[in-house]
């Protein structure tokens, strides 16, 4: 008897890309839930009062998050029948693009550190808790590399497959590229649920979102997110190991240096664009100019907001 072939269509769209937020957002809290819930009574067992600061609940917390983001790609396509290659995760961006990607990552990185830091002061004078790094000691190169891996590689190969492959490819469909940009990374900074993890999150975003639809594959943009935060590890690393930092510094100068790092950032792209890419997308997307967005993509990206105004709200009653 012949095997039934199974139509899987290569593309989403705006239901998707709702569907696939609403998703993401809930499951990863369900499965950290869990988690913790076994931790405490296994910490209790032991006698240890506050689990949260304990490497074994850290560690396995920080991967189980985005394995779950991994678990949703890979569940939601198989069951709303999309073939993966829909997330335009395309190898062949050539050498010339790979290097592209690379300096951009590093760009954005020393261009919005400072951003990131003046922002995190300003939090920190309206009495919000600033959370200052994962919880992984860095006093040596192991734990470097270990955390690397956790913080660098995972979410940039999970999140990008969730965001810019199917979050913000669905978007395209139903709206011009620009906008559909800007939505996947505000999607992007509001799933982060913390205040402090807007501004950041949003800007890096853009250039995800941006690139990816200029190289027309979501692999340039997991590349930018792999030397970006592998860059920031390195800089946590050395602060720790040589005392060597570009934190706040409470001076006219630094907010120059901060604004200066945004233009930095800014020119740097718009030179990429007009010489590189020369302003063209490499993968153009049909568009589904005349269906509606999809209920789901309103209501995910309310959830978010609820679980973004609760988790503020918890912080400024119980700071970090």
Not at 13 to 18: E, I, L
Not at 109 to 131: H, P, Q
Not at 149 to 178: H, Q, S, T, W, Y
């Amino acid at each position: 008897m012949d095997k039934k072939v199974t139509f899987r269509r290569n593309y989403y769209t705006s239901d998707d890309s709702g569907k696939t937020y609403l998703i993401a957002l809930l499951f990863p809290l369900v499965v950290a839930l869990i988690w913790s819930f076994i931790c405490v009574g296994i910490g209790s067992s032991l006698g240890i009062e506050d689990v949260s600061k304990e490497l074994w609940y850290i560690i396995p917390s920080l991967v189980l998050t985005q394995l779950s983001l991994l678990g949703v790609f890979l569940v939601y396509n198989k069951s709303a029948k999309v073939a993966c290659s829909a997330a335009n995760v395309k190898f062949r961006i050539g050498w010339k693009n790979t290097l592209v990607c690379i300096a951009i990552g590093a760009i954005c990185l020393f261009g919005f550190i400072c951003l990131a830091s003046c922002f995190d002061e300003l939090l920190r004078t309206i009495g919000y808790g600033v959370k200052e790094d994962l919880g992984i000691p860095l006093d040596n190169f192991g734990w470097f590399i270990l955390t690397a891996i956790i913080g660098g590689v995972l979410p940039a190969i999970c999140e990008e497959l969730i965001f810019r492959g199917i979050i913000l490819n669905g978007l395209r469909k139903n709206m011009k590229d620009g906008l559909a940009i800007v939505l996947s990374a505000a999607m992007f900074a509001i799933m982060h649920g913390s205040l402090q993890q807007l501004i950041y999150p949003f800007c890096m975003g853009l250039v995800f979102g941006f690139i990816a639809v200029r190289t027309g594959s979501t692999l340039s943009s997991m590349i930018i997110h792999v030397v970006s935060n592998t860059l920031s590890v390195f800089m946590a690393y050395l602060q720790i190991k040589y005392n060597f930092s570009l934190a706040f510094v409470n001076e006219w100068w630094y907010y120059l240096i901060a604004i200066l790092g945004v233009a930095l950032v800014g020119l740097a792209i718009f030179l990429i664009d007009k010489f590189h890419f020369k302003g063209k997308n490499q993968g153009e997307c049909e568009k589904f100019e005349n269906s509606k967005l999809s209920i789901f993509l309103y209501v995910s990206i309310f959830v978010g907001l609820v679980i973004l105004i609760f988790n503020i709200v918890w912080n400024f009653q119980h700071p970090i």
